[in-house]
T-cell receptor
Framework: RKEVEQDPGPFNVPEGATVAFNCTYSNSASQSFFWYRQDCRKEPKLLMSVYSSGNEDGRFTAQLNRASQYISLLIRDSKLSDSATYLCVVSRMQGGKLIFGQGTELSVKP | DADVTQTPRNRITKTGKRIMLECSQTKGHDRMYWYRQDPGLGLRLIYYSFDVKDINKGEISDGYSVSRQAQAKFSLSLESAIPNQTALYFC?????????FGSGTRLTVV
């Protein structure tokens, strides 16, 4: 079993839709949690860190449930430019090695 | 100039050849990483280094070696390339304030 698991998708949604991505991690010692975005096999770029209290950045909301070892990302009012692969990432220490899920592909259509 | 620079950007090589991928950084970070990405598998850690001369195996180190002779440089070698090492390779650095990825090296072994 992979340490970080995501639904690979693809998710095909119309513009304006709300879409939710889920992720589970198996190592309870994980300390840091992130969502990264990756476009067309370019380098991953940090979308947002994820905190137990939940955090929001514009149309994006991330949640962490440590008891269930579950991470989520909600995208509201999807834009064409949101089309990308979204990577769930954990780390066992701040600034330590990152462990990636396989990524969830999102395609937003007009 | 990019904070993390990978060379070459693209490379095609023959089975059995030795090849080196270079990574240099201007972030001043102590920690450096090499990942490979295959379709549908996310990024997997090959090797990482937390300081000069410090080398640690990652999830998939077989068939690879690395060298960290200076803080700013971390090179990845394939001693005898094989076709299943065809992949997209990313170098990354980290510190407590976050991670920075290079633009990737697309390697094809024929």
């Amino acid at each position: 079993r992979k340490e970080v698991e995501q639904d690979p998708g693809p998710f095909n949604v119309p513009e304006g839709a709300t879409v939710a991505f889920n992720c589970t991690y198996s190592n309870s010692a994980s300390q840091s949690f992130f969502w990264y975005r990756q476009d067309c096999r370019k380098e991953p770029k940090l979308l947002m860190s994820v905190y137990s209290s939940g955090n929001e950045d514009g149309r994006f909301t991330a949640q962490l449930n440590r008891a269930s070892q579950y991470i989520s990302l909600l995208i509201r009012d999807s834009k064409l430019s949101d089309s990308a692969t979204y990577l769930c990432v954990v780390s066992r220490m701040q600034g330590g090695k990152l462990i990636f899920g396989q990524g969830t592909e999102l395609s937003v259509k007009p | 100039d990019a904070d993390v620079t990978q060379t070459p950007r693209n490379r095609i090589t023959k089975t059995g050849k030795r090849i080196m991928l270079e990574c240099s950084q201007t972030k001043g970070h102590d920690r450096m990483y090499w990942y490979r990405q295959d379709p549908g598998l996310g990024l997997r850690l090959i090797y990482y280094s937390f300081d000069v001369k410090d080398i640690n195996k990652g999830e998939i180190s077989d068939g690879y070696s690395v060298s960290r002779q200076a803080q700013a440089k971390f090179s990845l070698s394939l001693e005898s390339a094989i076709p299943n090492q065809t992949a997209l390779y990313f170098c990354a650095t980290s510190a407590a304030d976050g991670y920075t990825f290079g633009s990737g090296t697309r390697l094809t072994v024929v």
